[in-house]
C-alpha cells in the first residue's frame, strides 16, 4: 500500500491540506507530498473524517496548488534517526542536519512523540546539578530529572543566563553520587533548541558553546523565527527525542534548554485556528495545558537507568505577565520557576531574578545533609523570610520615609541592599561554589540582630552567626 | 460490525447509531483502545478515547462492551497505582517497561493473588445487597468485606465454597434472586459503573471532624467526615503539599488519592514517601491504607476525566464496608480542563472561559458523592472529598473556583504572599472559611476540652484584630500605636509563627494532636490575658516583651514535644510568676 500514490488535493487553508479517496491511512501517520518541481514536504494526518484527510505540512503550503502535487502515505508516525554521534551536530527543527555534515548514522529512529513515562517507573530525582549561580543553587536548587523553566521578558538576560547554566553547569561533586558519574565529565551534554527565535539568538548560543568548547557535548535544533510553524511544533519533539535517547540508552546526564515556549504557544495557536478549532484562553487551544505538559513531563529519571533528563524551558511573559496562559499553565506543569524581575534587571544586577517569586519544587530532597550541607534548608528558609520582609520594609519605607523606621526595618533594608548586590549578583564568567555561595548567605544575614533570624536554630546561629561577618558590607 | 468513520484526538465517531447506548463502553480499533460514548445524534455516534489515538485507523471496527465504564472492586484494591481507567501501572511495568503502551489488558486487580477467605453466609440463608458474605484481609490494616452487588434485591443462598485461600475470580458463591431461577455466581470481585454513585440508606447528620493533626485545619478551619472542601491555589503556593499532609496524618481508615494530570515526579514521590512513613497508630507502612490513581498531565485526557470518578467509585465502595473514607483529588481544575477539551473536540457550544456550560453540574455530582452515610447494610460509614483548585493566573474568580466554593462548605485558599514568606501552611484565614465549625462543636467540646470553641474564636478574633491593624502599620509604621495595639500586633505575630505556621518537616510539628492544639491556644491566651491586665496597671508594652515571652511562644511547637502536654501548665505558671514580677516589684523576670 505504502507506494499507492494520490494525485493532487481537494483544498488548502494555510498550513493545512485536505485530501480525499485515501484509504488505510492511521491517525498522525506522516506522508510525504511530491511536487512536479522534484521537491518534497513532510505532513502529518491531523484529523481523518470517512475518506477525507486532513494533514499539515510542515514546511507551509506555499507553492501547493490542488494539481500539483503528489501524496504519499509512509505508514509511520513521524520518526527521526538517533545515534550517539548527533553530539556536536545541529539540525533544522524537524531533525535534518543542517551543519552541511550529512546524515547522521542512525543507530535507532526514534518516534518524536515519545511516549509516557509510568509513574512507577520513575525514581525521584534527589541528586542536584551545580550551576555555579548562587541565586539557583542556594534558594531554587536545579535538581537533575527535574523540569525548571526561566520565565523573562523582552530584553532581559534570559539568554545569558541559559548561556551560562549551559556552559558551568556541573554534576554535584558531593555524595549522593556514584563513582562511576564523578570520573565521567563525558556523561554530561546539552540538548538545545531555539524555537522561533530570532537569527542573532541562534547565533549567540553557537558562539557562547563554542567560545567554552562546550560545543563537542551539545546538540542543537533550530528553528528560526521565520522558519515554518508546524516545525516549530516539531522542534522541542525532535530535541527531546534525541535527549531521551541519550539520557535513557546512552546513560548520560542531559540538559535540556529550549527557547522560547512562548513562540511554541504561539505556533500551536496559529495552527489550531487554522483548523478551525475552538478557542480557550487569550485564543490559545483548550488542549494547550495538555500539549505543554507532553513536552515537559519528558523530563526525569528512570529506575534503573544511569542517565537523566533536566529540561530548563525558557519563555517571555508577554508584557511581564506572570499570569498569561503560557507562564501561568506552564508554572502548573513545572516543578518551580526561575522568574526574571525587570526592576532588577535594569538596576544592573545580573542575574536579576526574583527571590521571592522563583521557587524550585524538588530542591527540599535535593539539599542539606548528604546533598549540599546541612544548615541550608533553614539557611535558605531564612533568607526567603528574611527578604521578604524587606519588601515590606521598602514599601513602608516608600510611604514615611527611610528616616522614620525602626532600628529592625532600618538593618532589613541594608540586607535588602547588600543581598542583592552581593550575592545575586555575579559575573558571567563567575562560578560560585556551593560552600562559597552559602557562606555569603551567613555574611550577609549577620547583617540583621539576631533575634530577628526566627528560621535558624541556636545551634546554627552560634556556631555561624557573628556580627563581625557582615562588617564588609556595612558599606554599602 | 461498526466502524472508524473519523478521529480528531481523543474523539471518534462511528457511522452508526443503533448498536450503542450512551455511556456504554465500548472498544476501539484492532487495538482494542477503550473509550466511552458520549453522543449520539442522527447519522453518527460519539466516542471518546481513553488512551492516544495516533496509529488509528479510519475503517477499524468499535465493538460496544453493552455496559457503562465500570470500575472492578475486590480485595487487591488498598496499595495499588492505578492510571485513570484503573489499570494497575506496576504490572504494566512489569509487562511493557518503563513507558505505558497502548492497549493494554490487564485486570484491575491480581488475578493470581491468593486471599484467606472466611465465608460468612450459610446455604439456605436469605441475603439481600450490600450483605457481607465473605471477609479477607486484605492488607494488615484492612479487612475486606465482600458485599453482595446493591442491585440486587433479596436472594436465597444456594453454595457456599469452603473457607481458605481463594483467588478473585473464584465463585464463593451461589445465589438464586427472588423470583429467579438462574443461580448467580459471586466471586470476591464486583464491577460497578463509575459514573453512578453507589446507593446508600441515608445521609446523616454530620458530627465527626476528619481530624488532620494541622492546626489551622483542625482548629481554626475544621473539616468534617463526610464533608468537602476545596484547596485553592496559585502555582507554587503548596496544595500538593496541603494534601499531601493530610493524605499523611490524617485519622480516615483509607486515603484514596488521585494525582488528576499533575506531575509524574509528584505521584513517584507519594509512592516512595508512603511506603517509608510509618502510621503511628498502627506501627504499618502508610501504602497499607492508600490507594493512588496516578493520570499525569501527559496522560490520555480522557481518562483524566474518568480518573475522578473511578477513585470516588472506590472510596463508596469501602464506605459500604464500613470504613472512613477520605479521597485527594489533586486537581479538579486538571479535569475541569479535560472536560472543556474533550467539549471543544466535539465543537459544543462554550460558556464562561470556554467550559462547557455543564461543568457546575458535573461538579456538583462530584462533590455530593460526599457524605457521612448510613449504609444499605445498616452500617456506617464516610467519604470525605478534599478538592484541590488550580485557578488559572490565581485568580479565585475564575469558573472552577467559583463553582467548586457553590459545592462546598470547606473553604481553604492558599495565599501567594504568604508562601513567598514561606509561611506553611499557607492557607489564608482572613479569606478561608469552614461552614463545619458549628456541627463539630459538641465534638470538641467532649473529645478536646469544654472552652475549646471559645478558645478558637477568641484567637480569629485576635488574627482580625491584627490584620486590621496591620493596615494602619502597612501606612504608618508600627511604632506609633498605642501600647495596647502594640501587643495585639505582638500576640497576632505569635498566632501566625508559633500557631498558624507548622513545619511538615519537624518530626513533631508535622502532626500536632488536637489536645496539644488547644493548650498551645491557651497558652497564647494566658500571655494576652495577663499582658492586658499589666497594661492596665500601667506597665508598658517593652517591659512586656523584655520577659521574652512572645519568643518564647513562637517556639513552643518545637520546644514541647506532643507526648509531654503537662509542660503546657509548667509554662502557664512560669508566664503568672513573671508577670506577679513586673507587677510588685517592677523587676521582670525573665523566662527562661
Known amino acids: 500500500m505504502i507506494d499507492l500514490q494520490y494525485a493532487g488535493l481537494e483544498r488548502i487553508n494555510g498550513p493545512l491540506v485536505v485530501l480525499s479517496g485515501a484509504e488505510n491511512v492511521s491517525y498522525e501517520e506522516i506522508a510525504l507530498l511530491k511536487l512536479r518541481d522534484g521537491t518534497k514536504r513532510v505532513g502529518r494526518v491531523v484529523e481523518m473524517s470517512g475518506d477525507k484527510v486532513v494533514l499539515q505540512v510542515f514546511e507551509g503550503t506555499k507553492g501547493l496548488s490542488l494539481k500539483n502535487t503528489r501524496t504519499v502515505f509512509t505508514g509511520k508516525p513521524l520518526e527521526i534517526p538517533l545515534g550517539a554521534e548527533m553530539l556536536g551536530r545541529m539540525f533544522n527543527g524537524a531533525g535534518e542536519p543542517i551543519d552541511g555534515l550529512g546524515d547522521v548514522f542512525p543507530e535507532k529512529m526514534g518516534d518524536i512523540n515519545g511516549r509516557v513515562l509510568n509513574p512507577v517507573s520513575r525514581a525521584y530525582p534527589r541528586n542536584y546539578i551545580h550551576t555555579g549561580i548562587s541565586s539557583i543553587d542556594f534558594l531554587m536548587t536545579l535538581i537533575r530529572g527535574q523540569k525548571l523553566p526561566i520565565f523573562s521578558g523582552s530584553g532581559l538576560s534570559h539568554n545569558k543566563l541559559a548561556a551560562q547554566i549551559a556552559g558551568q553547569a556541573r554534576l554535584s561533586e558531593k555524595a549522593g553520587n556514584t563513582d562511576s558519574e564523578h570520573k565521567n565529565e563525558n556523561k554530561f551534554a546539552v540538548v538545545f533548541a531555539a524555537i522561533g527565535v530570532p537569527g542573532d539568538t541562534a547565533d549567540y548560543f553557537k558562539r557562547i558553546f563554542e567560545e567554552n568548547g562546550a560545543l563537542d557535548r551539545v546538540v542543537m535544533f533550530l528553528n528560526l523565527s521565520n522558519d515554518p510553524i508546524i516545525e516549530r511544533i516539531l522542534t522541542p519533539r525532535c530535541a527531546l527525542t534525541t535527549a531521551e535517547y541519550l539520557a535513557f540508552e546512552k546513560d548520560m546526564h542531559i540538559l535540556v534548554v529550549m527557547t522560547d515556549l512562548t513562540a511554541y504557544a504561539e505556533a500551536l495557536r496559529e495552527f489550531s485556528s487554522s483548523k478551525g478549532e475552538i478557542p480557550g484562553r487569550k485564543g490559545y487551544p483548550g488542549y494547550l495545558y495538555s500539549d505543554l505538559a507532553s513536552l515537559y513531563e519528558r523530563a526525569g529519571v528512570i529506575k534503573g537507568c544511569n542517565g537523566s533528563l533536566t529540561q530548563i524551558p525558557i519563555l517571555t511573559m508577554p508584557n511581564d505577565d506572570i499570569t498569561h496562559p503560557v507562564p501561568d499553565l506552564t508554572a502548573y506543569i513545572t516543578e518551580g520557576q526561575i522568574v526574571f524581575d525587570r526592576n532588577l534587571d535594569s538596576t544592573g544586577v545580573y542575574p536579576g531574578l526574583s527571590v521571592l517569586l522563583s521557587l524550585s519544587r524538588l530542591m527540599k530532597d535535593g539539599i542539606g545533609e548528604g546533598y549540599t550541607r546541612s544548615d541550608h534548608p533553614d539557611l535558605a528558609n531564612q533568607v526567603f523570610s528574611s527578604y521578604a520582609r524587606v519588601q515590606d520594609a521598602r514599601a513602608l519605607a516608600s510611604v514615611i520615609g527611610e528616616d522614620e523606621l525602626s532600628a529592625t526595618d532600618k538593618a532589613l533594608m541594608k540586607f535588602g541592599a547588600a543581598f542583592e548586590q552581593n550575592f545575586l549578583s555575579q559575573g558571567f564568567e563567575e562560578s560560585r561554589s556551593m560552600e562559597e555561595t552559602l557562606n555569603l548567605a551567613w555574611d550577609l544575614l549577620c547583617l540583621l540582630p539576631r533575634n530577628e533570624l526566627e528560621r535558624l536554630s541556636d545551634d546554627l546561629l552560634n556556631e555561624h552567626y557573628d556580627p563581625k561577618r557582615a562588617l564588609r558590607f556595612t558599606g554599602v | ?592
Request: proline share 5%.
Open chain 2, 1 to 592: 460490525m461498526n466502524r472508524i468513520y473519523s478521529i480528531n484526538g481523543p474523539v471518534v465517531k462511528v457511522n452508526d447509531t443503533k448498536d450503542f447506548s450512551m455511556m456504554e463502553m465500548v472498544q476501539v480499533g484492532e487495538k482494542g483502545l477503550v473509550g466511552e460514548v458520549i453522543g449520539i445524534d442522527t447519522r453518527y455516534t460519539t466516542i471518546q478515547v481513553y488512551e492516544n489515538t495516533a496509529g488509528l485507523k479510519v475503517g477499524e471496527p468499535v465493538k460496544g462492551a453493552k455496559m457503562p465504564v465500570c470500575a472492578t472492586l475486590g480485595p487487591g484494591i488498598i496499595s495499588g497505582i492505578y492510571d485513570g481507567i484503573q489499570r494497575p501501572l506496576t504490572a504494566m511495568t512489569e509487562l511493557n517497561g518503563a513507558f505505558v503502551a497502548m492497549g493494554s489488558a490487564l485486570p484491575a486487580l491480581d488475578e493470581q493473588r491468593l486471599f484467606d477467605v472466611t465465608v460468612t453466609v450459610k446455604e439456605g440463608d436469605t441475603v439481600k445487597g450490600g450483605d457481607v458474605y465473605a471477609t479477607c484481609p486484605e492488607t494488615p490494616l484492612i479487612l475486606h468485606k465482600c458485599m453482595v452487588p446493591p442491585n440486587i434485591g433479596s436472594a436465597k443462598v444456594v453454595l457456599t465454597a469452603e473457607d481458605g485461600k481463594h483467588k478473585v475470580n473464584d465463585a464463593v458463591l451461589k445465589i438464586v434472586p427472588d423470583g429467579g431461577y438462574e443461580p448467580v455466581a459471586l466471586t470476591l470481585a464486583q464491577k460497578w459503573a463509575i459514573k453512578t454513585p453507589r446507593p446508600v440508606k441515608r445521609r446523616k447528620t454530620i458530627t465527626m471532624p476528619l481530624i488532620t493533626g494541622q492546626r489551622i485545619i483542625d482548629t481554626v478551619f475544621p473539616i468534617a467526615k463526610g464533608g468537602a472542601a476545596a484547596v485553592p491555589g496559585g502555582f507554587g503556593t503548596g496544595k500538593t503539599m496541603t494534601q499531601h499532609q493530610i493524605a499523611k496524618w490524617c485519622d480516615a481508615d483509607i486515603i484514596v488519592y488521585i494525582g488528576c494530570g499533575e506531575r509524574g515526579n509528584e505521584m513517584t514521590q507519594v509512592l516512595e514517601e508512603f511506603s517509608e512513613l510509618i502510621d503511628p497508630k498502627s506501627g504499618r507502612p502508610l501504602t497499607d491504607r492508600t490507594v493512588l490513581i496516578a493520570n499525569t498531565s501527559n496522560m490520555p485526557v480522557a481518562a483524566r476525566e474518568a480518573s475522578i470518578y473511578t477513585g470516588i467509585t472506590i472510596a463508596e465502595y469501602y464506605r459500604d464496608m464500613g470504613y472512613h473514607i477520605a479521597i485527594m483529588a489533586d486537581s479538579t481544575s486538571r479535569w475541569a480542563e479535560a472536560l472543556r477539551e474533550i467539549s471543544g473536540r466535539l465543537e459544543e457550544m462554550p460558556a464562561e472561559e470556554g467550559f462547557p456550560a455543564y461543568l457546575p453540574s458535573r461538579l456538583a455530582e462530584f462533590y455530593e458523592r460526599a457524605g457521612y452515610v448510613e449504609t444499605i447494610r445498616g452500617g456506617e460509614g464516610s467519604v470525605t472529598v478534599i478538592g484541590a483548585v488550580s485557578p488559572q493566573g490565581s485568580d479565585f474568580s475564575e469558573p472552577v473556583t467559583q463553582n467548586t466554593k457553590r459545592f462546598v462548605r470547606c473553604f481553604w485558599a492558599l495565599d501567594k504572599s504568604l508562601a513567598y514568606a514561606r509561611h506553611y501552611p499557607a492557607i489564608n484565614w482572613m479569606n478561608s472559611y469552614s461552614d463545619y465549625a458549628d456541627d463539630l462543636e459538641a465534638y470538641y467540646a467532649e473529645n478536646a476540652g469544654e472552652d475549646f470553641t471559645l478558645v478558637r474564636r477568641r484567637i480569629s478574633a485576635l488574627l482580625i484584630e491584627e490584620n486590621n491593624l496591620m493596615e494602619i502599620v502597612k501606612l504608618i509604621g508600627a511604632d506609633v500605636l498605642p501600647d495596647d495595639q502594640k501587643l495585639i500586633i505582638e500576640i497576632g505575630k505569635v498566632i501566625r509563627v508559633g500557631f498558624l505556621q507548622q513545619n511538615a518537616f519537624h518530626k513533631d510539628d508535622t502532626f500536632v494532636p488536637l489536645n496539644k492544639q488547644l493548650f498551645m491556644m491557651r497558652v497564647i491566651l494566658k500571655l494576652y490575658d495577663e499582658s492586658v491586665r499589666a497594661l492596665s496597671k500601667n506597665a508598658l508594652i517593652s517591659d512586656i516583651s523584655e520577659l521574652g515571652w512572645f519568643e518564647k511562644l513562637a517556639k513552643m511547637k518545637y520546644d514541647i514535644p506532643n507526648d509531654k502536654p503537662e509542660m503546657f501548665a509548667e509554662y502557664e505558671e512560669a508566664i503568672t510568676r513573671s508577670f506577679y514580677g513586673i507587677l510588685i516589684s517592677g523587676e521582670p523576670e525573665e523566662a527562661t
